[in-house]
């Protein structure tokens, strides 16, 4: 029988037949694979003709469809709906994948090809896109060690396969912690709890084949849990499950890893000549260099220190009303800011939550989607991995653009967090290609299923990730949609979520889930006036997170990085009854692979962006004004990685914004 992962896929938009794929077709299709691209590569290097662009580097852009085929399967069920199966193969190929592609990578025939179609570049009348393609190609390289010889380039390949088999074995770690741990509840520990958090409780215990109700560490149950219980010893008994992933012990324990993908990393940066490893990770980014980095996130760091110690203090004082006395901790905060908010806002999230339905909020950000850009989305049935999936077709004048996938329910499967992901990204190199584009996201089941407010930021976040892959126009795959500087990646994204707090968006599609009436007036009006509430704590957690990730690697590697962690954060004076919103045990964004090491401040510089680049529409009238909507798609959701970030930007907006964007939008300006 014809493995079904490298047969043609005669299925609609030409998606996976997930139908027909077992666990059992992904490792011969792999090193079906893995052979295909050897061979094509040794074509490439050996070729008896002169390099050229064609036969060297749109050579290599052409190579490894078979492989893009399976990775993009198996990485997609592995991330969405793990087994034990799965797990045991992503152990398997982690290490294999991360030495094949070094040995691509230090083929020293290969790169002298890159090098010589790079050094004839003036004369070969390239366009500025192959241009671009041609610099990101040889930078790759260089930068993954192509120059490196003898045992230096052995140790870089051994470096590069234990970093792979560490990041994969930190995420499994991390899904099991979440997978396993649960608090039971009984019908007298429900009461407080607001009606959706009691359904979402005695739906996890379905899940989990218990008796009655739980809450486990999914964030769309435990997050709410923190916010209304008023039982203070089971959210004590919660958060300190919920910041213990990772670091429990025994063989789930995170931080040996952690420590050990650190050293490994700056040996690699070291190897290349580097610093350190911030220094080798920044180059290639706008932020350039770790000091920019630091800049940024310190000068927003002690204005929203202030705000949260204030918070802190004010919250306190509820605490003490209660007859509670100590100190305010971490698992007080959300409950204690819950009910300042009712207070000073006469916002409740019990009463909001019912107007935030999931299927309302998927129109709206399609409604958004087709003012702006003129996309309209048709509800299709394909093979897909999991019955919580669904699809549509999205088109633009009656023409295909891209295939768009939505998985939004929590479920053990699934690793925490949200994302987006490209099963096949735009391309019109070596053929024309449509994109297929999968929203991941974690939110609680439910008949309707009903948002937070952060709930729907974070639907709107993803979908704006997956306009900038689905309306990619550019030539070749390695440049399209979000191939882009990861602190220019999240721009897109950010930027979207501005479209949730329109007023006449959330006034259409904000409806009730039982009688269907329109959010009112008065409640739409408390939502955004109190869109910056709790906003110290907000900022204080993530970029104490950024800053801890800057401080691992832009110096020497921490032996133990649950010390250097404490020592960063005592320097900074973290206010005592805030977390960090990722600590390093699970810390996935930093040590589930490289993406955001080193990087996890990113979504801070896109910040100062999105801030600005909203503005624009606002200077313009109205959120939907269409040149503005023009210029977003040509110069920044149509270019990918075709030009540097900073010029794209500069396009769109004629200049580069400045933090006080980002602390007027966050609330925080002096």
Not at 117 to 135: C, F, I, K, P
Request: aromatic content about 10%; some cysteine.
């Amino acid at each position: 029988m014809t493995n079904p992962l490298l047969s043609p896929w005669d299925t609609p938009f030409e998606i996976a037949p997930f139908d027909r794929i077992s666990d059992e077709d992904f490792a011969p299709a792999l090193e079906h694979a893995l052979k295909a691209h050897r061979d094509e590569i040794a074509a490439i290097a050996r070729a008896d003709t002169a390099p050229d662009f064609a036969n060297t580097v749109e050579a290599l852009e052409a190579a490894g469809r078979d492989l893009d085929k399976v990775l993009s399967v198996f990485f997609t069920v592995a991330g969405a709906d793990s087994n034990p199966a799965r797990e045991d193969l992503q152990r398997v190929f982690s290490p294999k994948l991360a030495a094949h592609f070094s040995e691509v990578t230090s083929n020293d025939a290969l790169f002298a090809r890159i090098e010589a179609v790079w050094q004839a570049r003036d004369g070969l009348d390239l366009t500025d896109e192959q241009l671009r393609v041609l610099m990101l190609t040889r930078r790759g390289f260089v930068r993954a060690g192509a120059a490196l010889e003898g045992a230096e380039d052995a140790r870089m390949k051994q470096i590069k396969s234990r970093l792979a088999t560490l990041g994969t074995q930190f995420t499994q770690n991390l899904l099991a912690d979440e997978r396993d741990w649960l608090m039971e509840l009984s019908e007298g520990d429900l009461d407080g709890l607001p009606d959706f958090v009691v359904q979402a409780a005695r739906t996890a215990g379905q899940e989990k084949e218990k008796a009655g109700p739980v809450v486990t560490l999914s964030r769309s149950l435990i997050v709410p849990f923190l916010q209304f219980s008023p039982r203070r010893d089971l959210r004590e008994r919660a958060y300190k499950a919920w910041a213990a992933r990772g670091a429990n012990g025994g063989q789930t324990d995170n931080r040996a890893i952690a420590a050990e993908i650190l050293t490994l990393r700056q040996e690699r940066a070291a190897l290349l000549g580097y610093d350190s490893f911030a220094a080798y990770k920044l180059e290639t980014e706008m932020a350039k260099t770790p000091d920019a980095v630091r800049d940024l996130l310190m000068a927003v760091w002690e204005p929203a220190k202030a705000r949260a110690n204030e918070d802190a203090a004010a919250l306190e004082e509820r605490m003490r009303a209660d007859g509670v006395n100590g100190p305010l901790e971490a698992w007080d905060w959300r409950y204690y800011a819950q009910k300042r908010r009712k207070a000073e806002h006469d916002l409740d999230e019990a009463e909001l939550k019912p107007y935030l339905q999931l299927d309302r909020m998927i129109e709206a950000a399609f409604a958004c989607a087709n003012r702006l850009f003129g996309l309209a989305f048709r509800v299709v049935d394909v093979p897909l991995y999991h019955a919580d999936c669904r699809a549509w077709e999205v088109t633009r004048d009656g023409q295909h653009i891209a295939l768009f996938i939505g998985d939004y329910f929590a479920r053990g499967s699934k690793r925490s967090g949200a994302w987006c992901s490209a099963m096949r990204s735009q391309a019109r190199f070596p053929k024309i290609q449509a994109p297929i584009v999968i929203n991941v996201c974690n939110f609680a089941k439910g008949d309707p299923a009903l948002l937070s407010y952060d709930d729907a930021r974070t639907l709107f976040h993803e979908f704006g990730h997956a306009l900038h892959q689905m309306l990619s126009n550019v030539t070749y795959e390695s440049i399209s949609g979000t191939s882009v500087a990861r602190d220019f990646v999240e721009l897109p994204s950010q930027l979207y979520e501005h479209w949730l707090e329109v007023p006449e968006i959330l006034s259409e599609f904000a409806t009730h889930a039982e009688t269907g009436a329109p959010m009112p007036r008065e409640m739409l009006d408390k939502v955004l006036k109190a869109a910056n509430f709790d906003m110290g704590f907000q900022t204080v957690e993530y970029v104490a997170s950024a800053l801890v990730d800057l401080d691992f690697h832009e110096g020497a590697a921490p032996a133990d990085p649950m010390a250097a962690q404490a020592e960063t954060l005592a320097l900074l004076g973290m206010p005592h009854a805030i977390g960090m919103r990722h600590a390093t045990p699970h810390f996935a964004h930093v040590f589930a692979g490289d993406g955001y090491s080193a990087g996890y401040y990113s979504y801070m510089w896109s910040e100062v962006m999105d801030a600005d680049a909203f503005a624009a529409f606002e200077e313009a009238g109205s959120p939907f004004d269409p040149e503005r909507a023009r210029a977003l798609e040509d110069n920044i959701l149509s270019a990918g990685g075709s030009a540097p970030p900073e010029d794209l930007y500069i396009a769109f907006r004629g200049r580069l914004p400045g933090v006080k964007a980002l602390l007027k939008g966050r609330g925080l300006a002096a």
